[in-house]
């Protein structure tokens, strides 16, 4: 099992940066991919960002260039720096942690709302 945390979301203007993170309860080293979903009221969620026990990142199209993504595997966190934010980025980020032979995990989400 694994139990995720996260914290950093709130209420921002457009234009203006916060960072998300996730701790994770057990070693992040036995952690395959590690990452970022957000779901819009009324869409689906969706993959953000993710990034493997490698350093091996991957981004949705519509944050590249202005999310970055890190792990620290010694403090068993991911990290989500937002830049340059939108409104269209307002949604629930959950945080994601993939152990192979035994699924995925979730956190509770944050709620990130960003005015125009």
């Known amino acids: 099992q694994v139990q995720l945390v996260e914290s950093g979301g709130g209420l921002v203007q457009a234009g203006r940066s916060l960072r998300l993170s996730c701790a994770a309860s057990r070693s992040s080293f036995s952690i395959n991919t590690m990452g970022w979903y957000r779901q819009a009221p009324g869409k689906q969620r969706e993959l953000v960002a993710a990034?493997?026990?490698?350093?091996?990142?991957n981004y949705a199209d519509s944050v590249k260039g202005r999310f970055t993504i890190s792990r620290d595997n010694a403090k068993n966190t991911v990290n989500l720096q937002m830049n340059s934010l939108k409104p269209e980025d307002t949604a629930v980020y959950y945080c994601?942690?993939?152990?192979?032979?035994?699924?995925?995990?979730w956190g509770q989400g944050t709620q990130v709302t960003v005015s125009s």
């Open positions: 994601n942690a993939y152990v192979a032979r035994f699924g995925s995990f």
């Open positions: 990034v493997t026990s490698g350093g091996t990142t």
